[in-house]
């Protein structure tokens, strides 16, 4: 095969490694330069060519670190630089090996697909498996995973947006890569001339960015309040009891007498259990009373059992709460402390920063509002395939996704979970409603459309006619399906390499023995 010797002396790999994580970060928010991607992504790649496992587990964890070192740094506003080594450093392992199955395809996939279209098309297919891979397992595993920093998230404002409604979130990220590695095979070619090598990377891109976006068929619409507190709510916070319900109180003053058809507040927006407390519970009826609608909170609950829940409660006046959802999958060492007997002696100081557990709530995550059935998200959950699955095959017409930014301060985790958010409303082809404690507070059409948006730390609230749908995308027939499939072609490819790899000569057998005297 005539190819362009690709192998990086490692002094010099480690370094590309580190550089492709830097500009990777940058694709996301808040820096937001999407294009980026293709910058970031090939630099990785190519500084894995050629490369023998143990170098490549080496440059794999410095091109993770560099990554989710950066792409994460906001965890340290509040918890400091433990918890942030410690998740930047799993996901960097994760990304070492995957680095070292991306290192295996590129010496012996190529055996495959020997001829040209195979290495410009047939290899990248393979390298884009194996990245999607890793994606598909973190996002699982361990603790029910991490699904932050896929590269899909990095393009809800980019021109390939429109792909998550027919592949979802992980397909998405194979063609990202997948286009990465087409351009970084189109310089590393050299068997044929530049301006052919120069189309099939083009044909590839302009092939990816003109799908049309799913025609999504709206059914009505809903009028919705979306309120932010700009409350002083994060974890570590001095407050009064019941200082954060007042401050989505007073917020939403402004709102009453407006005809709306429900009223959202963010997760924790009361403070005090309106289920056992009775200011809490005046204060609802008070809010519902006055807006003439339903209004969804956030709060801790607990049970008979005595397992406490992070949840939402549909409110409705004179009647109390109608219906509840309970957090399906709490974050692990935010929310509770997995395997409490095996981590706490480890870390007892900061473990102590996880006082109580969160139960597993086991209620659907719908609520149906004035006929209309809402999806429900809190927080994180946004980032859970399965969980926007299950809304969706529930009958969702639109989504609702309060949260509590507060802990992260003015870092750029809460643009980075809109801007996911924005995504899903995409992949979904429905409205979405992210309402934040401080931001970012706003609303999506099903196409992604920035409906209307709130400042940051400021208290407000927004009121808007969004579309409902009952589309089914593409994506949402089965959103994992896309993401296994797709690594599994990498893994079948990355084993049919290796087993028509070159043999070691085998030493004969039979050879004669030495004849030994008498």
């Known amino acids: 095969m005539h190819q362009r010797q690709t192998t990086l002396p490692l002094w010099a790999a480690v370094p590309v490694a580190a550089l492709s994580g830097f500009v990777n970060a940058a694709a996301f928010p808040a820096t937001g330069w999407w294009p980026l991607i293709f910058l970031g992504t090939p630099l990785m790649m190519w500084s894995l060519a050629g490369r023998r496992v143990w170098p490549s587990l080496l440059v794999g964890f410095v091109g993770g670190f560099a990554f989710f070192g950066n792409h994460i740094y906001w965890l340290t506003v509040y918890l400091g630089p433990v918890p942030w080594l410690a998740l930047a450093g799993l996901e960097s392992i994760f990304f070492a090996l995957d680095a070292a199955l991306i290192a295996l395809a590129w010496r012996f996939v190529p055996r495959v697909w020997p001829g040209l279209w195979g290495r410009l098309l047939g290899l990248p297919v393979v390298l884009a498996g194996l990245w999607v891979l890793r994606e598909a397992i973190t996002s699982v595993w361990p603790y029910g995973g991490f699904s932050w920093g896929r590269l899909a998230f990095s393009q809800s404002d980019s021109t390939f947006a429109p792909l998550v409604a027919w592949l979802g979130v992980s397909g998405l990220s ?107 519970a005046q204060t609802l009826d008070y809010v519902t009373k006055n807006t003439g609608a339903p209004l969804v909170t956030g709060t801790i609950t607990e049970d008979k059992k005595g397992r406490t829940f992070n949840s939402l409660l549909l409110w409705e006046n004179g009647k109390g709460s109608v219906d509840q959802y309970d957090k399906i999958h709490p974050v692990p060492f935010a ?56 809304m969706i095959d529930s009958g969702a017409q639109y989504i609702l996704a309060p949260t509590n930014n507060a802990d992260f301060g003015h870092t750029d985790e809460s643009r ?83 087993l028509l790899r070159p043999q070691k000569t085998a030493r004969r057998r039979g050879r004669r023995r030495p004849a030994v005297a008498a």
């Open 416 to 498: 980075q979970q809109v801007a996911i958010a924005r995504l899903r409303a995409i992949e979904t082809g429905r409205s979405l409603v992210n309402t934040s404690t401080v931001g970012v507070s706003a609303m999506f059409g099903p196409d992604g459309r920035v409906i209307a948006q709130l400042p940051t730390f400021t208290a407000g609230h927004l009121i808007e006619r969004i579309p409902l749908s009952t589309t089914i995308t593409p994506a949402m027939v089965d959103d994992r399906a896309v993401g296994w499939l797709t690594s599994g072609a990498g893994l079948a490819g990355l084993a049919l390499g290796l």
């Open 335 to 390: 929310e509770y402390l997995p395997d409490r007997k095996f981590w706490y002696p480890l870390a007892p100081s900061l473990f102590d920063l996880v006082p109580r557990d969160y139960s597993f709530g086991q209620r659907n995550n719908v609520f149906t509002i004035n006929g209309a059935v809402a999806g429900l998200a809190i927080c994180f959950d946004i980032v859970d395939d399965s969980l926007i699955q299950r």
């Open 174 to 280: 194979f063609v990202l890569a997948w286009l990465s590695a087409v351009l970084l095979q189109s310089i590393l070619e050299v068997s044929v001339a530049w301006t052919v090598r120069g189309i099939v990377a083009a044909a590839a891109f302009l092939l990816a960015a003109a799908m049309p976006a799913w025609p999504v068929v709206t059914s009505g619409s809903v009028r919705v309040a979306a309120v932010q507190g700009d409350s002083n709510s994060g974890l570590f916070a001095r407050y009064q009891q019941g200082e954060i319900l007042d401050d989505h109180l007073q917020a939403s003053l402004p709102v009453f007498g407006k005809k709306v058809d429900v009223v959202v507040w963010p997760e924790n927006a009361s403070d005090l259990d309106p289920l056992t407390n009775a200011y809490a």
